[in-house]
T-cell receptor, first 111, second 114 residues
């Protein structure tokens, strides 16, 4: 079964607005990663947050992690049309070499 | 630096045929893995390897074989293709042995089984 589940499944916003995507997971984790996939392409790593971290920033990206609620959120500020893509969370489980992905959020940023 | 290279990009098979999807990386990564991506299902792990000579199963290993004879290559073999194996396949690699390393993905192989 899927470890991570993103919410919403799809999100459509206007350029300049902020986009927030959420990820919930089921078991304890070493870290949680967010990836981006443009249509027809491979996934690209965006940001990683470790289980002992609560918030992390990278450019226009802000990630939070709440291990008590087993959830994470990805915020993209001042979105651009080029941010249109699918976004996936992935969790690394302690004692496992596996990185397990959720089903993704499809973000559309309208110009 | 090519990164992770997958071949072919597209493939059409008939039910029952066998084929090998190739994956090579030039980053000296110990860890390599194969995922399949289906609409509405996200990415599901098929097989992975933590180093040459070592492979293990992921979430959906049935119908697929892998081997890891070198650090660079991690081929995925479909033994007898079935329509349920129609999917987009991604190979990914990362440095091994340290928690929290990011995955580097290839550009994918789109496979159709008729």
């Amino acid at each position: 079964s899927q470890q991570g589940e993103e919410d919403p499944q799809a999100l459509s916003i206007q350029e300049g607005e902020n986009a927030t995507m959420n990820c919930s997971y089921k078991t304890s984790i070493n870290n949680l990663q967010w990836y981006r996939q443009n249509s027809g392409r491979g996934l690209v790593h965006l940001i990683l947050i470790r289980s002992n971290e609560r918030e992390k920033h990278s450019g226009r990206l802000r990630v939070t992690l709440d291990t008590s609620k087993k959830s994470s959120s990805l915020l993209i500020t001042a979105s651009r049309a080029a941010d249109t893509a699918s976004y996936f969370c992935a969790t690394e489980i302690p004692g496992s070499e596996k990185l397990v992905f959720g089903k993704g959020t499809k973000l559309t940023v309208n110009p | 630096n090519a990164g992770v290279t997958q071949t072919p990009k597209f493939q059409v098979l008939k039910t029952g045929q066998s084929m090998t999807l190739q994956c090579a990386q030039d980053m000296n990564h110990e860890y390599m893995s194969w995922y399949r991506q289906d609409p509405g299902m996200g990415l599901r792990l098929i097989h992975y390897s933590v180093g040459a000579g070592i492979t293990d199963q992921g979430e959906v290993p049935n119908g697929y074989n892998v081997s890891r004879s070198t650090t660079e290559d991690f081929p995925l073999r479909l033994l007898s293709a079935a329509p349920s194996q129609t999917s987009v396949y991604f190979c990914a690699s990362r440095e091994g042995g340290v928690s929290g390393e990011k995955l580097f993905f290839g550009s994918g192989t789109q496979l159709s089984v008729l």
